[in-house]
């Protein structure tokens, strides 16, 4: 039987974690399987982790206190190929959704297993492995977008769109399939990983979003069509302006106007 950490690389970590014992046993099993890591005491700025790269970020959300959503979502949106678990005390089924939802790989309650949670580590980065192959691809040429999976931009000449990683990921699976309509639930499933609950609305919030994105950086083309009841279409087509038609102004007839004739 092959040695266990023989089978995975050697990993650069980062753990945003206060509980001291929980922090001696987990260091001695990251020793023990040969991974490097960083043990940080409290929020750090994305471009300081970005710095360190890393090959994954564990984070007990209790340590960052009344900013933990905030920063969770700034290093999803910031850093989107940095793979982060959250690995923290008791919570709620709505805590571990949003959590997921805002970008994070995974989410496993304390108390737990060190070992675990170093395997749902090494998972996430092969899963983030696998990804980039696939994300490896030439840049798409759509209109007037250039489509970079690699960077998870699209450009209009050299200038990005500025898109968060959701919208990114939205705009990608729709350029994916031109001329098709997808449906709200495919769409949903598709990006956000989960069934879409009923009355949900996030897909249409998102597809609002990238629109007014992609009109503003490319005002003479439009991408992304509305199929009402159903989903949406993409689909790039140039804008034509209709002129509104010239009304001839004519002279007045000579004379004095005709009187009125009484009915």
């Not at 990993?11 to 974690?17: E, K, S, W």
């Not at 750090?44 to 920063?71: C, F, K, S, Y």
């Not at 449906?183 to 009923?198: F, I, K, L, S, T």
Request: proline share 6%.
């Amino acid at each position: 039987m092959r040695d266990r950490s023989s089978a995975q690389r050697e990993l650069r970590l980062a753990v945003i974690d206060t509980d001291q014992a929980f922090l001696r046993v987990l260091t001695k099993r990251l020793d023990a399987a040969g991974h490097r890591y960083r043990v940080l005491a409290g929020a750090t700025p994305v471009e300081e982790l970005v710095a360190m790269r890393l090959d994954a970020l564990v984070i007990d959300l209790r340590v960052l206190g009344t900013q933990a959503w905030d920063h969770l979502d700034a290093l999803t949106e910031e850093a989107p190929s940095l793979p982060i678990v959250i690995c923290c005390g008791p919570s709620t089924v709505a805590q571990r959704v949003r959590g997921l939802r805002s970008g994070a790989d995974d989410w496993l309650s304390k108390p737990c297993h060190p070992e675990e949670l170093i395997a749902r580590v090494e998972a996430v980065v092969r899963r983030r492995a696998r990804s980039r192959v696939r994300e490896e691809q030439p840049a798409v040429a759509v209109g007037e977008l250039m489509i970079n999976a690699d960077q998870f931009q699209a450009f209009v000449g050299e200038r990005s769109l500025d898109l968060t990683r959701r919208e990114f990921e939205l705009l990608r699976l729709l350029a994916q399939s031109p001329g098709r309509v997808l449906e709200r639930e495919d769409v949903y499933e598709r990006v956000w990983g989960y069934a879409m609950a009923r009355g949900d609305r996030s897909v249409d919030v998102f597809v609002r979003k990238l629109r007014q994105k992609l009109e503003k950086g490319s005002p003479g083309w439009r991408y992304i069509h509305t199929h009402f009841g159903v989903g949406y279409r993409f689909s790039p087509e140039p804008v034509i302006e209709v002129a509104e038609p010239v009304r001839e102004l004519r002279d007045a007839p000579a004379g004095p106007t005709p009187a009125k004739q009484k009915i």
